[in-house]
């Protein structure tokens, strides 16, 4: 009777051996399997090729303002300049159109979606909107501007439905800021006396930004654009 007993537990730890032995070497091969290589290449990615001096691709300017010898003036849409002077007379308006340009863009390498914005700067002398209180007045065009909530700025970023910040891709054609009327008059004068006008306080300016729109807000990306 001893001895069949021995025999017995004899065989069952050496049972218990091959299972210990299976189990490690199942899990030795999963720990080892190999698969197919995956490689991820990053790059910087660009907004726009913004071009150099010579040759921009980002571009803001306007039609030259050619004066009359009545004093109004005219634009030669085909004058491209960088400022213009006025000679101002009270109440006859004055044709402006500054304009922004991005082009050179469809087959840019890396090229992102992205936000356009315009800041427009104007001097004491102006009301922005015609409400009459100032000697000079212009009105942004909001059916493709859209106003942003900056503190202390004015600044739009492009809409193409006047109601929400577009992001924009590749090339972008030129388009005005400012509201015109049928004779291209966007800056209106007051009648009233103009022997307070400067030429520090009538200027306007603008300046054109972009950055990329994907995960920041208007608001955010005119912050990191600046």
Known sequence: GKRYMKKKTLTAAIALVLIVALAVG???????????????????????????EKNPNFVLDESKAVRSSDGTYTLDTAQRVKANDYTVVPGVNL????????KNQDNVAG????????????????????????????TVDTDKWLKLDVAGEEVYVYA???????????NFAATGILKADAQGNAITVTNADLSGLTKE??????????CQSAGLTPAEAYAAAK
Not at 26 to 52: C, Q, R, S, W
Not at 112 to 129: I, P
Not at 160 to 170: M, R, Y
């Open 160 to 170: 193409a439905d006047g109601k929400t910040a577009s992001a924009n891709h590749g």
């Open 201 to 210: 306080n009538s200027a306007l300016t603008f300046q054109a930004y972009v």
């Open 95 to 102: 044709p402006k159109d500054p304009t922004v340009e991005i």
């Open 111 to 138: 090229g992102s979606d992205y936000y356009l914005f315009v800041k427009v700067t104007a001097g004491a002398a102006y009301q922005a909107g015609e409400d009459g209180t100032k000697l000079l007045s212009y």
């Open 26 to 52: 199942a899990t030795y091969a999963y720990l080892t399997a190999k698969t197919g290589t995956v490689t991820n290449t990053f790059v910087v990615g660009k907004v726009i090729d913004p071009g150099d």
